[in-house]
């Protein structure tokens, strides 16, 4: 149980343009997700937090107009990243927690942005 | 006082030995410490975790021990294998909050 999937796993575009990546709980409800980018080597960094149909909060420094997030059910949120350039290239991971007592954290596998 | 400092930043075991990696806090509402590993390319998986009522925990070969007084808790991989190469994440948390403070990552090798 807990799966959490995303989408795509790789992604290539050209500077300028936009690329949406989904992140969906498979077999739970996640009533917050995650957002999270990392760069090699190095550990993760929060980008935004969403629950279900309210606004996501952006963490300190992260653009929310160029990273959109959209959390519209209880199993889907996307991260949209917008005008994209080189310096977005980076893997960007999503997580979900289903808001029981547990705090646990379930992430998705991951997609690979390369901007060009 | 929200950072989580981790050690060693890589670790290289032999076969058949013990790795341990270990993590500092400062806050001390914090109240939930998960451990993550992650192979290249994929995203974090939940190995084990901790409240800190407790002084240690273990499943199959991996220990998690909490020491709350000295704002410590480590983890304990024993009879490491290659299959363990990855790098591991200790995080820690305020229940309810589901908003973690990662460590900086610990790369683990395992020589066959």
């Known amino acids: 149980g807990a799966v959490v999937s995303q989408h795509p796993s790789w992604v290539i575009c050209k500077s300028g343009t936009s690329v949406k990546i989904e992140c969906r709980s498979l077999d739970f409800q996640a009533t917050t997700m995650f957002w999270y980018r990392q760069f090699p080597k190095q550990s993760l960094m929060l980008m935004a937090t969403?629950?279900?149909?309210?606004?996501?909060?952006?963490e300190q420094g992260v653009e929310k107009d160029k990273f959109l997030i959209n959390h519209a059910s209880l199993t889907l949120s996307t991260l949209t990243v917008t005008s994209a350039h080189p310096e977005d290239s980076s893997f960007y991971i999503c997580?979900?927690?289903?808001?029981?007592?547990?705090?646990?954290?379930?992430f998705g596998p991951g997609t690979r942005l390369t901007v060009l | 006082q929200q950072q989580v400092k981790q050690s060693p930043q890589s670790l290289i075991v032999q076969k058949g030995g013990i790795s341990i990696i270990n993590c500092a806090y400062e806050?001390?509402?914090?109240?939930?410490f998960p451990w993550y590993q992650q192979f290249p390319g994929k995203g974090p998986a939940l190995l084990i975790a901790?409240?800190?009522?407790?002084s240690e925990k273990k499943e199959g070969r991996f220990t998690i021990s909490f020491n709350k007084s000295a704002k410590q808790f480590s983890l304990h991989i024993m009879d490491s294998q290659p299959g363990d190469s990855a790098t591991y994440f200790c995080a820690a948390t305020f229940s309810g909050t589901y908003k973690y403070i990662f460590g900086t990552g610990t790369r683990l090798k395992v020589l066959a």
């Open positions: 901790i409240r800190p009522d407790v």
């Open positions: 806050n001390t509402a914090f109240d939930y």
């Open positions: 969403s629950n279900e149909g309210s606004k996501a909060t952006y």
């Open positions: 997580s979900a927690s289903d808001g029981t007592a547990t705090d646990t954290q379930y």
